[in-house]
């Protein structure tokens, strides 16, 4: 689910952000796929199976002289690419749901040949029931409207024929219904549920499963709080969320083993918290490996960024939150959030407010190529040196180290780099920053 609202707070570490260079052990040939010349803003966006296709939300520029539409609409796309097989851009942009609904959360059905998924109302009313988090100067408001439905498109275009796409229910129950994604086969559709008799002062989502082959609902995630946003493990074995399960607005990420029976998910064994701390962590999304999440952070000095935090399946997720280890993955200033791979872990896209001209863009679409060198354990293992020097060097306006004018060293110490940048100048005393494996800078002396 993408924000109605951001506020978002500028980073307060000053960091003139290279965000190309520090993104680059693990990202290369970034592409922005949508821009303000079309969309005033596009987000949370999911491949179809065979990475040809995504689905997005957007709000479309409106004529000169007309105001834009006040809920998100969803869309398709196909990704085209160069001879080399890089992504370059979208075309075939087509909208797939009803002029003036409400529309959250697309998702391909696989073995469902041009039929998408999201939360949408339809041609209903979309009543202003807003709730959501807030920390620090950063709010965040989300719209849980009781007409919305779990609603399917059937799309021509996505099999090269014409005709407009259609969204209908493809279940109705009393209350929000969205959040929606799937396992591989398509027969099992998690979603988030909001009984408006539950609790009537703040929206509290439970997570159900739609088991599509016996119409049959199943609840699988219902403590009091908010719990939503979920998405199946890669062996369809256990499901990641994010909670407000403190009741603190301090989303937290939790996966839960599932119990199955006879193939079928009826409960859950197990319930782990993957994050535990001061921050709102959200859009938790699992790695083709099963081995590490992807998520959005509101993180200690900056604004929202994408980290990846390591998983432990082989023992029941069990692991601390505390001692799990996990990795800053975003660099730019402004909003990275809602991070998704496609099926084989090569592209990773997400909804960013960098911007390539000069003015803070509102939220557009990104996509990354992985770079193909990158182990698993690359997404969890410390920053690089280089990665520490280029932050500490950015955040304290340093020249770059491959200068003559300054030399820098990075030293391991602990759980964080000791980074030392030197002047040519032997009458300037060197300056010291301590930079931890989320990003963070504190300079530890003043310099001249």
């Not at 498109?153 to 994604?181: H, I, N, Q, W």
């Not at 998983?311 to 601390?320: F, S």
């Amino acid at each position: 689910m993408v924000p109605i609202a951001v506020v978002a707070a500028a980073c307060s570490c000053g960091i003139a952000q290279d965000w190309r260079s520090l993104e680059a052990p693990l990202l290369t040939n970034h592409v922005q796929l949508t821009d303000a010349s079309r969309f005033l803003k596009a987000g949370e966006a999911y491949f179809n199976p065979d990475s040809t296709w995504i689905i997005f939300q957007a709000i479309p520029r409106p004529p000169e002289g007309e105001e834009a539409d006040p809920h998100y609409s969803m869309y398709v796309a196909h990704l085209v690419r160069n001879d080399a097989g890089e992504v370059t851009g979208l075309d075939s942009i087509t909208r797939v749901s009803h002029p003036g609904s409400a529309n959250t959360c697309g998702w391909f059905v696989p073995r469902w040949p041009g039929v998408v998924m999201f939360g949408s109302t339809n041609d209903g009313q979309v009543e202003d029931t807003r709730s959501g988090f807030q920390v620090k100067d950063r709010k965040y408001l989300w719209q849980f409207p009781r007409s919305m439905d779990v609603s399917v498109a059937f799309v021509p275009k996505m099999l090269g024929s014409e005709g407009a796409a259609e969204s209908r229910p493809l279940f109705s129950r009393d209350g929000y219904d969205a959040e929606c994604s799937s396992t591989t086969d398509g027969r099992f559709i998690l979603y988030a549920h909001v009984d408006p008799n539950k609790n009537p002062e703040k929206p509290d989502a439970d997570i159900f499963v739609y088991d599509v082959r016996r119409n049959q609902h199943v609840p699988l995630v219902v403590a009091d709080g908010y719990d939503g946003g979920p998405f199946f493990s890669p062996d369809g074995q256990s499901i990641c969320y994010r909670s407000d399960r403190q009741g603190n607005d301090l989303l937290q990420l939790f996966v839960a083993e599932l119990r199955m029976v006879d193939g079928r998910p009826t409960g859950i064994i197990s319930e782990h918290a993957i994050t535990d701390d001061g921050y709102v962590n959200w859009a938790p999304f699992f790695h083709p490996s099963g081995k590490f999440l992807v998520y959005a952070s509101s993180g200690k000095y900056h604004s929202y960024d994408v980290f990846a935090i390591e998983l432990d399946p082989e023992n029941g997720y069990a692991t601390p939150p505390e001692t799990r280890r996990k990795r800053r993955i975003t660099f730019a200033e402004g909003f990275d959030g809602l991070p998704a791979f496609n099926s084989d872990g090569s592209l990773m896209m997400w909804t960013s407010q960098r911007t390539l001209g000069d003015d803070r863009a509102e939220s557009q679409l990104w996509l990354a190529r992985v770079n193909p060198g990158a182990a698993v354990t690359d997404w969890t293992d410390p920053l690089s040196s280089e990665q520490a020097i280029d932050l500490a060097r950015l955040s304290i306006g340093a020249p770059d180290p491959g200068s003559a004018s300054m030399t820098a060293t990075a030293q391991r110490v602990d759980a964080h780099w000791l980074v030392t940048l030197s002047s040519a100048d032997p009458a300037e005393p060197p300056i010291q920053c301590t930079v931890d494996d989320e990003g963070n800078v504190e300079r530890l002396t003043s310099g001249t």
